[in-house]
C-alpha cells in the first residue's frame, strides 16, 4: 500500500487525510451494536478521497488497484454495521460531490448516487411525482448508500423492500480492475451490486421507476395491546393505500418518542401509518369499529404550533435511535416471523423474554401479501447474553434473526453467500480490494453460518 | 422506605412502577460523559409519580416526607450530567401533566412548571411576543428543567444567562416539610432554587419576562480559521442585533453537521447567528469587509426544499450530540477563557492538544459585555486521560473548567458550595429528600474542591 505514490498519482483530485477527517468519515452508525462498538472503534482510513465525476471515480479505482489499496465507498455514512468502515484502511472513497438529478421521465428517474434521497424526493415533488421507497434516514442518506447498503423503508407497504425487482430500473457501476470497465447493469444483473456493500464496484449512477405524488397524511393509532395493533395494522394495511405502516409494543412509543409521547397513550400499543388523504374517512371508520382503538393524531388536524417530526422519523430504524437516545443499554434485532403465527408468536415472545425484549414491527409487501418485519428493541446487558438471545430465538420460535451485530454480508442481512454477487465480484474486483472484510466468501469459501461464531474476528 | 404504604396514602395519583418505566424516567443525557455513563448506568426510581397538579405535589411531597422517602423531580430529561437521576431511588417526580401557559401580559408570562418551552415559545410568538433565553433543547425541555439544571441557551448573546436577574421574575416552589409550603420567590431569592438541580424544592409555576418577537434570520459564516472567527464573532456581537452566535473551528462543522455540511466548506471555521432581519445588509457588510470570511448560508433565501433544522440545533451542547451520533469516541468540556486573550489561548491550546480538543464557542452577554463560553469536544480515550486534560487546562492556562463529568452541583457549573442555596435546603428539606447525593455541602460540608477527585465515587 504505497500512499504517496498513490496521492501523486491521483494529484488534482479531492484528498483529506486530516485525522480528524479520516476517523469521521470511517464511521456509520455501528455503535448502534455494542459489540460492533467494541470491535470497530479503531478503524480509520488512510485518505477520504472525494470525486467529482465518474472520470475521476476511474481514476481513483484504476490508481488503487495499481498500488494494490483498498476502497470502501461512503455515502452518508448512516448505514448500520460499520458497512463502511474501511476494516483494512486505506481510502474512502466519499461520493459527496457526486450529486445531483441528471434525467426525469414520465416514469424514473435518473440521479448521481451520491445524491441525498430526499433531494430527490424534492425534486420529484416539485414535477409531481415521488419516490418509491427511502430510509428513515432520507434527509441524509445517499441513494448510492441506500441501494448498496438498505434493505427496506417507507414506501415498502405499497411496494415491497429493495429486493423488489420493481424498485430498481439500473446500476451505472465502476469496476475495480487495472482497467477499470463502467457497466450498466438491468434486470436482474442489478443483485449482484444492490445490497452488495459496494465490494463488486462503485455505483455512479441510479435510475428508479418514480409515480405520481401521494398526498399522505401522518396518522397514529393506539391499540389495547400488541397483538390487537398488528390484527388491525393487517386490516389497514390490506384495505386502504398507505405509504407506511409500523407497530410499536408499549412503552417504547410512551417512552422513547418524547415529541409524540402525549399521542401515544400509557400503556398503549401505538400504530404509526402514513396514509393518503382520500383514505382518511375509510380509515376513521375501521379504527372506530375496532374495539379499543383510537386515532390520537391526525397531521391534517394538527396544531402547527407543535411542529412535530415526520411520523417516518420515529419508525424503521430511528426506532433504535429514539430508544438509545434515552437509554444507551438499549440495542436491538431484526428478525422475520411468518405472518400466519404472529399472534402466538408475539404471545411466546412477551412471556418468554418479557422487557428485554421490546417488539416493533415494519409492514412491508412481500410478494403482494402485507408482512411485518420485527425490529425489536433489547435491554442489553453482556455480548453473551445477546448472542444468546438470537441463538434461543432462532432454536424455539419460529423466527429467522438478520444479525446487526456483525460486519458481514453473510451473517448480516443474507444469513448466506450471494453466489451471484461472489462471482460477479471475481470479475469486477479480482485482487479482493473493494471493501475487504465484509464478504466472508471471498476469504473462506467454505464458511457456514452458526450463530453466535462471529466470522471476523474468531477466525 | 416504606412504598407500600407510600402507594397507599397517594391512591389515585398517576402512579406508573413498570420496570421499564421505571428505568426510562430514571435517566438523562448522563452518557454524554463516559464517565457518568460508567458510573449510573444501574440507577432506577421505585416509582414514577406524575401530580396533575399543585395539590398533588403537596401531596406527594408530604407523603414521602412522611415515609422517608427520596424524591428527584424530572421535566424531560435532558439535562447533561444525571441531574435527573435518583441516586437513592425512591421517587421520580415527573411533571408531564402540569404543562401550559398560565397568563400572558405584555412583559410577562406566568407558566406551569412542566410546559415544553417551545410551546411557550410558538404561544407567544401567536401574540407578538418572544421568550429571552432558551436551552438547544427547547423543542422537548421543559421550562422547569431549564431553570433547575440549565445555564444559558439561545438569547444569551442579548439577554446573558440564566444567572441574570432580569431572566426569571418569580419561582413558586413548594418544599419537602412535614406540612409543605408553597413559597413565592422574587428578587434575590430566586437564585435559591434556580440551578439546585431540585434540591431544595418542587417548582410549579414560573414567571418569566417576555419581549417583543423578534424576526431572526439563521446565517451561517465560514472564517479562514477559528482566532480570526471568534475575532468577527466579537464584531458582530457588538454591532448588530443578535440572538444567538458561536463558533465552531474545523472540521467540527463539516464533520458533524451532516445536514449543513454543503455550507461549512472544508478546513474552514464556521460562525452560526440567529439575526434581526433588519441587520442582514450591516452583517453582510462587515463579513464582505473582513478578510476570508464570507456568508455561506441565509434562511431567507435558502431553497425550502433543503428542509434544514434551526441552525440553533447545531449550537449550544447539540454540537456535541451531533458530534456523538458520528463518532461516540466524542466526549466534551465546559470552559470559560477570558475574553482579552481569547487569541493567545486558542493558539496555545490548538498547539498543545491538537485534535484531542476541537474548540466549539457560544456567546453570552456577561454584564453587557459580549463573552465566549467554550464548550470544546474532547477526544475521549481513557478516563485518567479526561482527568489530566481538565487538569492541565486549569493549571497551564487561564482556563476554569465546569466538568460535565461530575452529578454533583458543586463539581459541575458551580465550583463551589452556593451557601445561600445550602441554608435555604436546610429550611425547605430539613431531610436531605430532595434529589439526594446532587449537593455535597449537605452530606460532606468540609468538602473543597480538587480537581481529578470524584466526591460521589470516591468518598
Ligand atoms: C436512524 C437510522 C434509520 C435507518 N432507517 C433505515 C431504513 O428505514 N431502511 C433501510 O434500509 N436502512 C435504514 N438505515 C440504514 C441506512 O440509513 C440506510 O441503509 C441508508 O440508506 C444508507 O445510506 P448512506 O448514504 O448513509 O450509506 P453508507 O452508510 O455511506 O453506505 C452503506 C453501504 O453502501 C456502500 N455504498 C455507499 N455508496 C455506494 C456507491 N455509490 N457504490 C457502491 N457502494 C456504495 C457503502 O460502502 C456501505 O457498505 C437506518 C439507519 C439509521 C442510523
Ligand atoms: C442536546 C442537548 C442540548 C442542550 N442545550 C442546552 C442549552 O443550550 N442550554 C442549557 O442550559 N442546557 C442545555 N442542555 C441541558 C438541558 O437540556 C437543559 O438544561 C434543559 O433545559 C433541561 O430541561 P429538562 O426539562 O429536560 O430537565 P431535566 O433534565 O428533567 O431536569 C434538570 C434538573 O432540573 C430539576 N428539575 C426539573 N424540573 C424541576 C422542577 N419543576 N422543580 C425543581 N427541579 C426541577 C431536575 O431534578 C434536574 O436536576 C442541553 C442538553 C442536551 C442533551
Redesign the interface.
Known amino acids: 500500500m504505497d500512499l504517496t505514490a498513490l496521492k501523486t498519482d491521483l494529484d488534482g483530485l479531492d484528498i483529506?487525510d486530516?485525522?480528524?477527517?479520516l476517523?469521521?468519515?470511517s464511521?456509520d452508525?455501528y455503535?448502534y451494536s455494542p459489540i460492533l462498538?467494541r470491535q470497530l472503534?479503531g478503524i480509520t482510513a488512510d485518505l477520504v478521497i472525494s470525486p467529482r465525476d465518474e472520470a475521476e471515480v476511474i481514476r481513483v479505482l484504476s490508481a488503487c488497484y495499481r498500488h494494490r489499496v483498498p476502497v470502501t465507498v461512503r455515502g452518508?455514512?448512516t448505514g448500520n454495521y460499520g458497512q463502511a468502515m474501511p476494516l483494512q484502511g486505506g481510502v474512502v472513497l466519499h461520493m459527496?460531490h457526486m450529486a445531483g438529478v441528471i434525467a426525469l421521465g414520465d416514469d424514473h428517474v435518473v440521479v448521481r448516487s451520491g445524491t441525498v434521497i430526499?433531494?430527490i424526493e424534492?425534486?420529484l415533488r416539485?414535477n409531481g411525482r415521488e419516490i418509491r421507497l427511502f430510509p428513515s434516514t432520507t434527509?441524509?442518506a445517499t441513494i448510492g448508500g441506500f441501494i448498496a447498503g438498505g434493505s427496506s423503508g417507507v414506501g415498502a407497504i405499497r411496494w415491497g423492500g429493495l429486493r423488489n425487482p420493481a424498485n430498481i430500473r439500473r446500476l451505472r457501476l465502476v469496476t475495480m480492475e487495472e482497467t477499470p470497465r463502467v457497466l450498466d447493469l438491468t434486470g436482474h444483473d442489478i443483485h449482484k451490486a444492490a445490497h452488495a456493500y459496494g465490494v463488486n464496484g462503485v455505483m455512479t449512477e441510479v435510475e428508479l421507476p418514480v409515480d405520481p405524488a401521494g398526498d399522505w397524511v401522518d396518522v397514529m393509532i393506539t391499540a389495547p395491546d400488541f397483538i390487537a395493533a398488528n390484527q388491525l395494522a393487517i386490516e389497514l394495511g390490506e384495505a386502504l393505500l398507505l405509504r407506511m405502516l409500523s407497530t410499536f409494543a408499549a412503552?417504547v412509543p410512551?417512552?422513547?418518542f418524547?415529541?409524540y409521547?402525549r399521542h401515544a397513550g400509557?400503556?398503549r400499543a401505538v400504530l404509526a401509518l402514513m396514509v393518503a388523504r382520500d383514505a382518511l374517512p375509510a380509515l376513521e371508520a375501521r379504527v372506530t369499529a375496532w374495539p379499543g382503538a383510537a386515532i390520537t393524531y391526525r397531521a391534517d388536524r394538527a396544531d402547527p404550533?407543535?411542529?412535530l417530526p415526520a411520523l417516518y422519523e420515529m419508525a424503521w430504524n430511528h426506532t433504535t435511535l429514539r430508544a438509545i437516545?434515552?437509554?444507551?443499554?438499549v440495542t436491538y434485532l431484526q428478525m422475520m416471523f411468518p405472518r400466519d403465527r404472529m399472534a402466538e408468536t408475539i404471545a411466546a415472545l412477551e412471556l418468554r423474554f418479557g422487557?428485554e425484549l421490546?417488539l416493533h414491527c415494519e409492514y412491508t409487501r412481500f410478494n403482494g401479501v402485507v408482512s411485518p418485519v420485527a425490529m425489536p428493541l433489547v435491554?442489553f446487558t453482556t455480548e453473551n447474553r445477546l448472542e444468546e438471545l438470537i441463538q434461543l430465538l432462532e432454536a424455539e420460535f419460529p423466527i429467522t434473526v438478520f444479525n446487526p451485530h456483525r460486519v458481514t454480508l453473510e451473517e448480516g442481512g443474507m444469513k448466506r453467500t450471494d453466489l451471484s454477487q461472489l462471482d460477479f465480484k471475481r470479475q469486477t474486483d479480482p485482487l479482493g480490494l473493494m471493501n475487504p472484510g465484509k464478504m466472508i466468501a471471498w476469504t473462506t469459501p467454505d464458511w457456514t453460518p452458526e450463530t453466535g461464531k462471529n466470522f471476523l474476528f474468531t477466525e
Not at 486530516?18 to 477527517?21: D, E, L, N, T
Not at 437516545?325 to 443499554?329: F, K
Open positions: 483529506d486530516r485525522p480528524s477527517v476517523r469521521a468519515k464511521r452508525f455503535w462498538k472503534d452518508a455514512g459527496q430526499d433531494h424534492q425534486h416539485r434527509a441524509t412503552p410512551e417512552l422513547y418524547q415529541r409521547r400509557t400503556g404550533a407543535e411542529r437516545r434515552i437509554d444507551p443499554g422487557n421490546m435491554r
